[in-house]
Every structure is written in structure tokens, then in C-alpha cells.
């Protein structure tokens, strides 16, 4: 038994003689555990979060056995993640998601948030994601899809290997163009861009690719393929795999992949959010982005914390 991403949602498979779905539905299943009877699921479904469900294995009936969350939602505004896909200049379809903000008037003007999952073989989908529900409850538009380099699409969509900052970076730029087209309300002029981990790489990235942005906030980031040599617990293949090189063989080709090259480039304020014992993403990666904002006198800040 094992849970896969399929496209925007996790299902539940068996595999004996050949894959079989056991729970594909509008829940996104994040736990789990399977007798000859029924399997049992901690799942989400859309706007919601968390609760355990019951599938008779018998009858295909789904039954939602909890509401331990219910009444942590009851009061609160929870934003639709409407779906704004849209195919990109290489024919690419692309699916991303827009939240309003809270108390949203249509003859207003409001800033919007550009937010960026981790991994980068990683997916979001229509489901509750805490950040993106607060910035809509603080009012603001928030906007996110999966570009190319992210999972539950198969391997080939999935491999930016030798292609960080280019096709994830153009596919990013353009939902940006798209989400702006059909949402007259947001404010050009206001936009803020963030995420994690590649979410925080790919921040830094942008800032020193483009001046769109009024703001940038990144999260637990690296930004130099040289130092994160050796000193990440993703292991020292991961950078040789995803650049191509070692720092022996082409030095030249991790520096100029690397954020932090660009940093002269930078004029975005930048928020930088680390904690200290980040042993995925080092402290000093982030560091070197603030510092070198910092060194160039661009506004910047840092929020570090244990």
C-alpha cells in the first residue's frame, strides 16, 4: 500500500499484480492504514483540514468518522483556491490556484502574493494551506501554481536538473502575467513574492531577475550551489545532480546558476525567514543573500529564530 501524487492531490494505491486505487476522490490523503475490511485515511477535503475517514473496502462507501478540526474553522474566513490554470509559451499546461481576500470588493485595488512551493518536486493543490490563508485573511490576493520541476505530473515534467531559473522561472513569470490579466483588482504595483526552501532559492532567484516586485519575503532558502556543497542533509549528490557539475569540475557553471551571483542586480526590500538549525537549507544560505542585499544598500531584514 502506498500513497502517490496524482497531478494537484495524494491517493491511496495497492499494488498487487498492478497498481489499484483504493481512495481517489476529492480528499488528499496524508496517512493511512489498511486491514482486509477497510482502509483508514487522514485526509483533507478542500477548505478544510485534517480528519480521519473510514472506505469499506466492500461497498466503496467513504465515511468521515472525526470533526476534531470543525471548530477550529467555524469562525474563520476560509478562501476558495479557484483555479486559474493556464498553458504556457511552450504549450505546457500549468495549474495554478487564486484566493480573494477576505471581505473582497471588486471596485477596489488590492496587493497580491505570489507564493512558491518547496522541493522542487513538490505539488499544491486546492487544499488548505495555512500562509496562503492568512495573507487572504490580512487582504491580500494570493496566487500559486505548480510549475515545470514540481511532482505528481511523471518524470519528465518533473526533471529541472541543469534547468533551475530557466523553464521554472518562465512558467512563474507567466502565470504572474496571467493571474494579472484576469484580475483587474490586483494591483500591479503591489506585488510581493515568497516561498520555501526551492520556493526560497527561486525568491531569491527572481529578485535578481526582474523588478516587478514591491516586496520579497524568502523562507528557509539556499543561494549558492558552491557552499551548499557538502554542508546540506540532502546529501552532497544533490547539487552535482540538480547543476551538473562539481565545484572541481566547473565551478564557473554552480556560480552562475547560484542566486547570490546576482545579487548586484537586486533592488526588491527582502524579508529573510531562517531558523538557526536548519540543517536542509544552512542558516549561512540565507545569510548570504541578506548580507549581500545589505552590502548593496538594498532595504532588507532578517527573521531568524531556533
Known amino acids: 500500500y502506498y500513497r502517490a501524487l496524482m497531478r494537484t492531490k495524494s491517493d491511496l494505491f495497492t499494488w498487487q499484480d498492478g497498481a489499484k486505487e483504493l481512495v481517489n476522490c476529492d480528499i488528499t490523503v496524508s496517512a493511512f492504514d489498511v486491514n482486509d475490511r477497510m482502509a483508514i485515511f487522514v485526509g483533507m477535503y478542500p477548505g478544510k483540514l485534517q480528519e480521519i475517514f473510514v472506505k469499506d473496502l466492500a461497498s466503496g462507501k467513504i465515511t468521515q468518522v472525526t470533526d476534531l478540526n470543525e471548530e477550529i474553522l467555524r469562525d474563520k474566513y476560509i478562501g476558495e483556491c479557484r483555479y486559474v490554470g493556464f498553458t504556457d509559451s511552450d504549450g505546457v499546461e500549468i495549474d495554478g490556484w487564486l484566493v480573494e481576500p477576505k471581505d473582497y470588493d471588486p471596485s477596489k485595488k488590492y496587493p497580491g502574493i505570489l507564493d512558491m512551493h518547496g522541493g522542487p518536486r513538490v505539488a499544491l493543490g486546492p487544499y488548505f494551506f495555512h500562509e496562503v490563508q492568512y495573507w487572504a485573511n490580512e487582504g491580500y490576493f494570493v496566487f500559486y501554481c505548480n510549475p515545470r520541476g514540481g511532482d505528481g505530473r511523471g518524470d519528465e515534467f518533473a526533471d529541472l536538473r541543469e534547468k533551475w531559473g530557466t523553464i521554472d522561472f518562465a ?90 551571483k546576482y545579487v548586484p542586480q537586486v533592488t526588491t526590500p527582502t524579508l529573510f525567514i531562517h531558523s538557526l538549525q536548519d540543517y536542509n537549507c544552512p542558516f549561512s544560505e540565507g545569510m548570504q543573500m541578506f548580507a549581500g542585499l545589505k552590502y548593496h544598500h538594498v532595504p532588507s531584514r532578517v527573521c531568524a529564530f531556533e
Open 171 to 260: 512558467d512563474l513569470m507567466e502565470f504572474v502575467d496571467h493571474v494579472l490579466e484576469i484580475t483587474p483588482a490586483i494591483d500591479p504595483a503591489r506585488l510581493g513574492v515568497t516561498g520555501g526552501s526551492y520556493g526560497g532559492w527561486m525568491t531569491n532567484w527572481i529578485i535578481g531577475h526582474t523588478t516587478r516586485f514591491a516586496a520579497a519575503a524568502s523562507q528557509r532558502s539556499f543561494s549558492n550551489w558552491l557552499s551548499d556543497f557538502g554542508c546540506s542533509e540532502i546529501g552532497f549528490t544533490f547539487d552535482v545532480s540538480e547543476v551538473g557539475a562539481t565545484p572541481w569540475q566547473d565551478p564557473m557553471k554552480l556560480w552562475d546558476r547560484s542566486p547570490v
